[in-house]
């Protein structure tokens, strides 16, 4: 078997989107509105949603990841590169569920549920940088936007040097 299964390429791919628009669409466009704004309602209700089914299609993924056979692991030719892919690997798993469990701190100290989905009327925050969690929020996503382009690095040294043709693995096609 040199490719993961369909099913597992599908998943990878559609979290790897809305991973993308949460941290490129998400942060930057919902700082920018007011939070007395009716659109900022609207856009955390969106950015809510979101990231809490990219939480429930990685813990999905996490589930096939450690009962599912996988092709084995890409081979660098490097140890260290070997060590840092596993690495990157695991710090990208982390930083998606700190991401989600952050969001949701952020959204239970500042009332958000109650607000959004309990209907109870109440204005949102004045801001939300007085809450560590949209702190802590913000720098994970720092963190894991950074971590995915040393991912695609990784996969650029592999697609264009090695010449491995590492992306067929998690595309779809035959599997042996």
Do not use: C
Not at 39 to 58: A, R
Not at 64 to 73: E, G, L, N, T, V
Request: proline fraction near 5%; avoid cysteine; hydrophobic fraction near 55%.
């Amino acid at each position: 078997m040199k490719r993961y299964h369909p099913f597992f390429v599908g998943l990878h791919w559609l979290i790897a989107v809305m991973i993308l628009v949460a941290l490129i669409l998400g942060g930057p466009s919902l700082a920018e509105i007011p939070n007395d704004s009716p659109d900022k309602m609207f856009g955390l209700t969106g950015h809510m949603i979101w990231g809490l089914t990219i939480g429930v299609l990685m813990t999905l993924r996490l589930a096939m990841r450690i009962f599912a056979k996988a092709p084995p692991h890409a081979d660098a030719g490097n140890s260290a590169l070997n060590s840092g892919a596993k690495l990157a690997h695991l710090g990208i798993y982390a930083l998606v569920f700190s991401m989600v469990v952050s969001g949701i701190a952020l959204a239970y100290s500042a009332g958000l549920f109650s607000i959004i989905f309990g209907g109870s009327g109440a204005a949102l925050p004045p801001t939300f940088s007085v809450f560590p969690a949209r702190v802590v929020h913000g720098i994970i996503g720092t963190v894991l936007l950074a971590l995915i382009g040393l991912h695609v690095a990784g996969w650029a040294y592999h697609q264009f040097y090695v010449r491995d043709r590492l992306i067929s693995r998690m595309w779809f096609g035959k599997r042996s």
